[in-house]
Nanobody
Framework: HVQLVESGGGSVQTGGSLTLSCAISGYQYNSACMGWFRQAPGKEREGVARITVYGTTIFADSVKGRFSISQDNSEKIQYLYLQMSNLEPEDTGMYYC?????????????????????WGQGTQVTVS
């Protein structure tokens, strides 16, 4: 049974920082593409960042230079992190982590397969 649980959301002022965490259990590590998405009220869910099993990272243009993504697969439970800095009001939204089995190339070039994978329930980030 695959389970993803996000944490770390909250309310911050413009320019502040937050680190989101996602605990992933029941998922096979060596075929994983993992990532973060967000959805603001009235808007479509958008990809924020992805990371391949080998650590290659991909970011949306809107967050490049401000966000970083990392993973810790050393334990039975995998962890996915999103470090966010210099936050802007436009970063407000529900943040979701996702995991899927993809090729490295697919994970790097698009998030279509990741969108069809496993999802967490989300954690709210509000920037004002």
């Amino acid at each position: 049974h695959v389970q993803l649980v996000e944490s770390g959301g909250g309310s911050v002022q413009t320019g502040g920082s937050l680190t989101l965490s996602c605990a992933i259990s029941g998922y096979q590590y060596n075929s994983a593409c993992m990532g973060w998405f967000r959805q603001a009220p009235g808007k479509e869910r958008e990809g924020v960042a992805r990371i391949t099993v080998y650590g290659t990272t991909i970011f949306a243009d809107s967050v490049k230079g401000r966000f970083s993504i990392s993973q810790d697969n050393s334990e039975k439970i995998q962890y996915l992190y999103l470090q966010m800095s210099n936050l802007e009001p436009e970063d407000t939204g529900m943040y979701y982590c996702a995991a899927a089995t993809t090729t490295i190339e697919d994970c790097v070039t698009h998030d279509l397969i990741l969108r069809e994978g496993y999802w967490g329930q989300g954690t709210q980030v509000t920037v004002s």
